[in-house]
C-alpha cells in the first residue's frame, strides 16, 4: 500500500516502523567493480506497477547505515548505493601504489554515473510489471544523488516505453558545478577589488561551501564539471567559459594577478571564450521527453550579495543573489528545462492543440521548484518537503491511472 499524507503524520505519535528490505544484490558493472541495490517493497517476484528509485545524498549513506527517507517506507523503493569518493584518502605511512593501481582503485567521477547508468538497467529488466504491463518509475534523490537524479531522469524519461522514468523529485541538488568556478558569470570578476574579495567568497549555502573543498576529491579535473552528466543544465546550454587549468583560479583572475604585478598576461580577456549559448534537448528526433519534475530546496543561508549592475550579470541572475546556492542551482535548470519543453515539445503540440492557456501553463506545472526552509544540520528533508513529495507523486500515480 502507498503511503499517504495521514501515514507521515501517524510516524509521530506511534513508534517508528522501519521499512522491510525483501533483498539487496551487486550488479556487476562492467569491469569496474559491483553497485549495492536495496530493494524495500518489492523484489523479482513481486514486482509492482509503480517504483520508486533512490539515490542517497551521498555514497556515505550506501557504505554506512542504510537510511530510506522515511516518507517512501511504505513504498516500492530501489535504493542504489552508488560510489563516489567524496575525501582524497591518506596514504601517508602506506606503502607507495602505482599511479596505474591508484586509478584503478579510484571511485571518483564518473564512477558513480556508470554505478547508475548499469543499476537503472538492472532495475527495467528485473523489476518491470507482470506481463511487461505499462508502469511507471520516479526518481528521487537529495544532495550529491540530486544531480545524479536528475540526469538518468532527463535521458531515460521515454514515455513511448512500457516501464521508465516519468517523473522526478529532487532536494538540494548540484545541477550545474561549473557554478562553483571563479570563471562562472555567477562568479563574475569586474575589478580587481572584486578579485581581492574572491577568497573570501563563500557560497550560499554552508553545504556548498563543503562541496567546494571536495571538488578535487569528487572529480579530480576541472573538465569533469562540464560533463552534461555531472552537471545536467550543461543538457540545456553551454556554459560561457573554457574549461580552467584549475578549480580555484579562473583566466579573470590570472589577468587581473598579472596586472597587479605589472606583467603581460598570456591571456587576455574574453580570447577563445565560447558563447553562453542554448542548446536543444531533448533532441528533436529522439523519443525522450522533459519528465514531471519537482525541485526542492533550502532558502540561502545569510542576506544576499549587491544587486548585479552589469547587463550580463543581470541577464543570468534574475534574482540577485551572485552566489552560488541550492536556489539558484534548482531555479537555473527548471529555466531550461521549461525553455527546452516549450522549444521541442509545446511547439510541435501547438499545431493540434488551440488552448493557449494550457500552452502558456504547461512548462510550470510540469517543472516546478519549492523552497522548504532553513537549512538544516543534516542532509533529509524537512516534513514540509515530505508532504510535498507525497502530494506531487500521488497526483502523479492518479493521472497515470486514469490513462
Known sequence: MFSSLAAIRRRYYSVLRLPHIRKSVSVRCGSGGFVDIDLYNVDEFSPS?????HLPPSPEYANGVKQLPEFLHDW?????????????????GQEAVSQEQEFADSVDWPVPMHDVAFAYQWITGALMPPNKGRGGIYVYGSHLGAGLAMSLALTESR????????????????????MFLPGHRINMIRSMMDAARLSRRTDGNLILDTLQQRLVSLFQTPSNLFDPFASPSLFFHNPGLSIPESFYKSADVANVVSTLKGQASDVTKGTGLPRNSHLVFPPRKSNMKIPETILLHDAPSGPPSRQPRTKTALKGLKHGDQRNTFKNQADEIASLMRRGLTMVELKGLAKWIEDAHYLAEEPKRRIQVVEVGQERDDLELNEFGQQVVLDWLNENLRTIDMK
Open 49 to 53: 506497477k509503480f517504483l520508486v528509485v
Open 76 to 92: 516500492p523503493v530501489a535504493s542504489i548505493n552508488y560510489r563516489w569518493e567524496t575525501e582524497r584518502r591518506n596514504v601517508a
Open 159 to 178: 514515455p513511448n516505453e512500457a516501464f521508465c522514468v516519468r517523473g522526478i523529485a529532487a532536494y538540494n541538488g548540484i545541477y550545474n558545478w561549473t
